[in-house]
C-alpha cells in the first residue's frame, strides 16, 4: 500500500471514528502514568515537536496530574511539574 492510501485510509478512518463519538480508554498504573508523562515532557523539549498533536499530549499530562492531585501526593505532583522546567534536569553525572 502507498504512503498515500495508507494517509488517506488512516484520515478516513479517524474521521468515521471521531463522528461517531467514539473514546479510547486507558487505565495505568501509578509507574505506566509517569512514564508517560515523561516520556511526553522529554518529547515536548524537541524544537520540532508542536502543534495539535503538542497540545493533546499535554493535555493527557494535565488530566493525568490532576488525577495524581486528587490522591494527595505532593511529590509526585511536584515531579511532574519540575519535569517542565530544565533547570531541573538532572544528568547521569549528577547521580
Known amino acids: 500500500m502507498s504512503y498515500e492510501l495508507l494517509l488517506k485510509g ?5 474521521q468515521e471514528l471521531i463522528s461517531q463519538g467514539v473514546t479510547i480508554d ?10 508517560l508523562i ?17 497540545a ?9 496530574n490532576a488525577q ?11 515531579v511532574i511539574r519540575r519535569g517542565w522546567q530544565p533547570q531541573y534536569d538532572v544528568s547521569k553525572d549528577d547521580d
Open 56 to 64: 493533546v499530549a499535554i493535555d493527557i499530562v494535565q488530566d493525568i
Open 26 to 35: 486507558l487505565q495505568l498504573t501509578p509507574n505506566q502514568a509517569m512514564a
Open 68 to 78: 495524581f492531585t486528587s490522591h494527595r501526593v505532593p511529590s509526585i505532583v511536584e
Open 10 to 14: 488512516f484520515t478516513r478512518e479517524i
Open 38 to 54: 515523561a516520556m511526553v515532557q522529554l518529547a515536548c523539549r524537541h524544537h520540532g515537536y508542536g502543534g495539535h498533536s503538542r
